[in-house]
């Protein structure tokens, strides 16, 4: 098949530093991670909820839980591969990572270590929806060096080469694809909706606020439309049940239920952030009577000595409207 344009196959997927190699697919996951962690560590800003040091620490766990259930899902949904090879399970550089697993570990365990940290449970989830597609729309690129996951061929401008090492079996014929054959490029089309759906959710949250947390179902929802339409396209080996692809079939359940979980959620306010205070600490409230701000020790001072003279005061008037009084009295007393 030749097209007139196409994306080239790249030549490597490493880089070598020295004696340290690095693979491009680690390189690619760990860049995306490090991207989602800046925006969900700047949206708890804003919020006023946390800091980025509380989206870093989260994250640490989050991103451990994710890897585990992201290989755990893909070694489950490709068995045949590990059956009588269980020390490439391990081998995350040689890809295999199944987004709906780290979605499934690794959201929940992200939400509770957010909690131990006294960010609410909407609060975190609103400030990570956008930027889980964040980390995934820079990782796709990992599949691309891998040269693995591309799509059915096509003669589109921007088809994608594979090299003669990464072709698979045509399923329609159960023979190799041939060399020279171009492919839709998987990879660029998911990179490119989970880019897109940032700018969405980012727009969605900033005009209409849902409350609840409730972001994370249309995130959800998101995902599952772009990886349902992209799964259909893939040639890779899996397994079908019915019309559909597994990856298809867990597609459509992340919109259902990221949709009832947008509408269970919205119906829940987002309640203020839980700021804790040392109580050896003394807040005062500034003019607007709104915001606790720390008064020094000069000040303190000050209002102490300020407090003990006005009460000083207020004692000695006391006693002349006594004696007043008393004095009335006696001259009624004498009439």
């Known amino acids: 098949m030749s097209t ?15 004696p340290i190699s690095l693979n491009i697919y680690g390189l690619a996951i760990a860049v995306g991670v490090v991207a989602g962690v800046w925006l969900f560590g700047r949206r ?21 839980a994710g890897v585990i259930g992201a290989r755990l899902y893909h070694v489950a949904t490709d068995w045949e591969r590990f059956e ?28 509770y270590m957010a909690k131990e940290r006294g960010i609410p449970f909407a609060t975190a989830a609103t400030c990570a929806a956008p930027a889980i597609p964040l980390a ?25 080469e594979i090299d003669a090492d990464h072709l698979v079996e045509n399923p329609a014929t159960g023979e190799l694809f041939a060399v020279g054959t171009t492919f839709h490029p998987t990879f660029l089309y ?13 727009y969605i949250d900033r005009r209409w606020r849902p409350r609840g947390g409730s972001l994370m ?46 509408f269970v959620l919205r119906r829940r306010p987002e309640p203020d952030p839980v700021v804790d205070f040392d109580v050896d600490d003394e807040f005062l409230l500034d003019e607007a009577g709104d915001r606790p701000t720390v008064g020094d020790d000069s000040d303190r001072s000050e209002d102490a000595g300020g407090g003990n003279a006005g009460g000083e005061a207020d004692d000695d008037e006391a006693e002349e409207a006594e004696d ?4 009335v009295a006696d001259d009624e007393h004498q009439r």
Request: glycine fraction near 14%; charged fraction near 15%; aromatic fraction near 14%.
């Open 4 to 18: 007139l344009a196409s994306i080239p196959s790249p030549s490597f997927n490493s880089i070598d530093i020295g």
């Open 44 to 64: 708890l800003e804003e919020r006023g909820a946390g800091t980025q040091d509380d989206a870093s620490s989260i994250a640490i766990w989050a991103v451990l």
């Open 84 to 111: 009588n090879n269980y020390a490439d399970i391990p081998k995350l550089w040689e890809g295999g990572l199944g987004i709906p697993g780290g979605l499934l570990f690794g959201i929940p365990v992200g939400l």
């Open 136 to 160: 995934q729309a820079i990782g796709r690129w990992g599949n691309y060096f891998n040269q693995e996951l591309y799509g059915r061929p096509t003669d589109l401008p921007w088809a994608l």
């Open 190 to 202: 998911e990179s490119l909706w989970s880019l897109a759906t940032v700018f969405v959710l980012l």
């Open 217 to 262: 179902g249309l995130y959800l929802a998101f995902y599952g439309l772009g990886r349902f339409w992209v799964e259909g396209l893939r040639v890779d080996p899996a397994d079908d049940v019915g019309p559909f692809r597994w990856n298809q079939w867990v597609a459509l359940g992340a919109i259902a239920g990221g949709l009832a979980l947008f």
């Open 324 to 327: 007043e009084s008393a004095g």
